[in-house]
């Protein structure tokens, strides 16, 4: 029913009958018609072909029934909103961001769980993670602007191997236009985050929403005062931080030390 109600608003707003959008799908409008009224189930391809044809940035792909089966039910507000914000900003306290996580440092992530997840529960959570990395080839591209915690970098996740692809992957990132990547080092001491991670979406509608987690849940902030906090406290930390281009000269030292089995790598 959701995606059905979703399906019909989005083909309204973009003032297409059922026949022009079933033509563009590749589906009768008899069909269309069914799906828009729940009495049908929508096909994985007509849904990314929908998500297409109406600008919907993947919305209706995720309202598939059995599309979110591998997101906790806590976190699947959270990844509509991420896919729709014009800007997002992470703070990351423990691990890469899960949108610049290469797939060997996810799995190794996600393996560490406790209770430990089984292996085809792993790979779920694996495969949706890496889908939604496909917002970084969306188009209009949202504004990324990341900080992470030095100790970020100096966690060992998975093998030596897996940190070096890690490190570079995050260079190359770090190399594009509408992503902006920050290293908060140990040397500011203590920060306005030290409770944990937390993201602030700017959205399409001109509407601020903040992102948290906490161990097993995480929550989408919509209060305008807690909000704005989110966004007073990221500001805060890119004060402390190094610049983007020292970040990338950090990283790049860093993965060359780490390369050479040097442990006790230095700012100096």
Same mark, same amino acid.
């Given at each position: ?46 849904? @990314? =072909?929908?998500? $297409?044809? *109406?600008? !919907?940035?993947? /919305?209706?792909?995720? &309202? ?55 292996? @085809? =529960?792993?790979? $779920?959570? *694996?495969? !949706?993670?890496? /889908?939604?990395?496909? &917002? ?133």
């Amino acid at each position: 029913m959701q995606f059905g109600q979703e399906l019909q608003r989005l083909r309204k707003a973009a003032d297409l009958s059922q026949r022009e959008l079933a033509k563009r799908t590749l589906i009768s409008h008899q069909m269309l018609g069914a799906i828009e009224r729940a009495q049908r189930a929508p096909r994985k391809h007509f849904a @990314e =072909r929908a998500d $297409r044809e *109406l600008g !919907a940035h993947g /919305a209706l792909s995720r &309202l598939r029934p059995g599309a979110q089966e591998s997101y906790p039910h806590w976190f699947r507000r959270y990844v509509d909103l991420e896919a729709e914000a014009e800007a997002i900003h992470d703070f990351q306290s423990d691990a890469v961001p899960g949108l610049f996580q290469t797939k060997d440092y996810a799995r190794a992530v996600l393996s560490a769980g406790w209770p430990p997840n089984d292996q @085809e =529960r792993t790979e $779920r959570l *694996l495969s !949706a993670r890496v /889908a939604r990395q496909k &917002l970084l080839k969306r188009d209009p591209l949202p504004l990324l602007w990341a900080v992470i915690d030095e100790g970020v970098l100096r966690r060992a996740v998975g093998s030596k191997e897996i940190m070096l692809a890690q490190l570079s992957h995050l260079l190359e990132l770090a190399s594009r236009p509408h992503i902006r990547l920050q290293v908060l080092p140990f040397s500011k001491g203590a920060h306005a985050a030290m409770d944990g991670s937390f993201k602030v979406l700017d959205m399409s509608d001109g509407k601020h929403l903040a992102y948290a987690e906490i161990p097993g849940s995480g929550r989408v902030i919509s209060d305008a005062d807690e909000v704005k906090q989110c966004s007073l406290r990221f500001g805060a930390l890119q004060s402390l931080s190094f610049s983007p281009d020292e970040s990338v000269d950090f990283i790049s030292r860093y993965k060359e030390a780490h390369s050479h089995g040097i442990d006790s790598f230095s700012l100096a």
